[in-house]
């Protein structure tokens, strides 16, 4: 059964700084990985899909990178802003054909 | 752009009651979902339909059932309310990118509890 991780399950950076967000899954037969943004009280926003075949995906200030032979996944966010403090969370799609969430890292950006 | 509609947002159970989820996109997309979120287990699929007329379990799907008459609507139901069906419950949708995936589209979610 396909597991997905996200340590740490919280994380706090003065704005400005660079985020790194991890991602860990245990089968590296995935079709594609994605990540999603999740604000209090609201649902998902997908941010970045990456195929199997990719190595990386690029939006703005956000870059995912995906390493299948390792089952890794990292979300990198540029100079950090308030705006960005929001629940990350990773998802895989392999056999089956549906998504393994991960547990998400809750991020808080300070001023 | 309404997207995916969830509703209601917020509802209160007793224990045996019965209640249905209602879950509206405006995508024409093919595929739809049913998620719960909860704390310390992240999200898990109740049930998901792969189009009009069509559905099919998820990981847990016991103590739900789905209809999906139409296609841009998907109805989750609890015949009888149990306290650890106490969760938050998102509805999803999307279009299929074939073998290379599937973008969703979430709605809002509906906070359930049960007492």
């Known amino acids: 059964k396909q597991e997905v991780t996200q340590i740490p399950a919280a994380l706090s950076v003065p704005e400005g700084e660079n985020l790194v967000l991890n991602c860990s899954f245990t089968?590296?037969?995935?079709?594609?990985l994605q990540w999603f943004r999740q604000d209090p009280g609201k649902g998902l926003t997908s941010l970045l899909l990456?195929?199997?075949?990719?190595r990386e995906q690029t939006s703005g200030r956000l870059n995912a990178s995906l390493d299948k032979s390792s089952g890794r996944s990292t979300l990198y966010i540029a100079a950090s802003q308030p705006g960005d403090s929001a629940t990350y969370l990773c998802?895989?799609?392999?056999?089956?054909?549906?998504?393994?969430f991960g547990g998400g890292t809750r991020v808080l950006v300070k001023p | 752009n309404a997207g995916v509609t969830q509703t209601p947002k917020f509802r209160v159970l007793k224990t045996g009651q019965s209640m249905t989820l209602l879950c509206a996109q405006d995508?024409?997309?093919?595929?739809m979902y049913w998620y719960r979120q909860d704390p310390g287990m992240g999200l898990r699929l109740i049930h998901y339909?792969?189009?009009?007329?069509?559905?099919a379990k998820g990981e847990v799907p016991d103590g739900y059932n789905v209809s999906r008459l139409k296609k841009q609507n998907f109805l989750l139901g609890l015949e009888s309310a149990a306290p650890s069906q106490t969760s938050v419950y998102f509805c999803?949708?999307?279009?299929?990118?074939?073998?290379?995936?599937?973008?969703?589209?979430f709605g809002s979610g509906t906070q359930l509890s049960v007492l």
């Open positions: 999803a949708s999307s279009y299929s990118l074939g073998t290379r995936g599937e973008k969703l589209f």
């Open positions: 089968d590296s037969a995935i079709y594609n």
């Open positions: 990456i195929q199997s075949s990719q």
């Open positions: 998802a895989d799609k392999a056999a089956g054909n549906k998504l393994t």
């Open positions: 995508m024409n997309h093919e595929y």
């Open positions: 339909s792969v189009g009009e007329g069509t559905t």
